[in-house]
T-cell receptor
């Protein structure tokens, strides 16, 4: 079976800092996603990518950049961390848009 | 637009009690509907899914029925166990959608 690996598991940043989160999958899935999870708000889509070098914005893309340089990896950058921000960022992949997703275990972000 | 509503933010039950989690959706088409479950420290994982071809799905004792008339997809389980404690997400997607749309989640706590 395959796995999705997110690094780092925990990330503490400072206000205004640029922070990068990484995601790797070995399923050979075409599509990858970044979601943000806040308590009581469910999962909100930040970016997704249907193939290498493709990027599509989700509802929450402002304040973030993404990069899909290889089929197996998808990175997310917080362009300027906001003070007191606390959230979990979840990466997922799927073979195509009609299929269900496999998620990583998340990166927990805290900005001080 | 596409949206999923879960009104119950938290549900607390005792072991062997009946579980019912409410979910309604709004969309213009006939989506595939999913329930995902998330355990602490992990990403969400697929619990069950139902397409327009079949009205009911089940997995691990959980059942959900797709009701196009009331646009609902409630989750039920006859007898919960402590190990069922988790967050449950109702999700909308399928071949005509680019991404999955998540509800806000229902946190289930089962007390021994």
């Amino acid at each position: 079976g395959g796995i999705i690996t997110q690094t780092p598991k925990f990330l503490i940043g400072q206000e205004g800092q640029k922070l990068t989160l990484k995601c790797q999958q070995n399923f050979n899935h075409d599509t990858m996603y970044w979601y943000r999870q806040d308590s009581g708000k469910g999962l909100r889509l930040i970016y997704y990518s249907i193939t290498e070098n493709d990027l599509q914005k989700g509802d929450l893309s402002e304040g973030y950049d993404a990069s899909r340089e290889k089929k197996s990896s998808f990175s997310l950058t917080v362009t300027s961390a906001q003070k007191n921000e606390m959230a979990v960022f979840l990466c997922a992949s799927s073979p195509d848009r009609a299929s269900d997703y496999t998620f990583g275990s998340g990166t927990r972000l805290l900005v001080i | 637009g596409n949206s999923v509503t879960q009104m119950q933010g938290q549900v607390t039950l005792s072991e062997e009690e009946f579980l019912f989690i409410n979910c309604t959706y709004s969309t213009t088409g006939y989506p595939t509907l999913f329930w995902y479950v998330q355990y602490p420290g992990e990403g969400p994982q697929l619990l069950l899914k139902v397409t327009t071809a079949n009205n009911k799905g089940s997995s691990r004792g959980f059942e959900a029925t797709y009701d196009k008339g009331t646009t609902s997809f409630h989750l039920q389980k006859a007898s919960v166990q402590e190990s069922d404690s988790a967050v449950y997400y109702c999700v909308l997607g399928g071949p005509n959608y680019n991404v999955l749309y998540f509800g806000s989640g229902t946190k289930l706590t089962v007390e021994p």
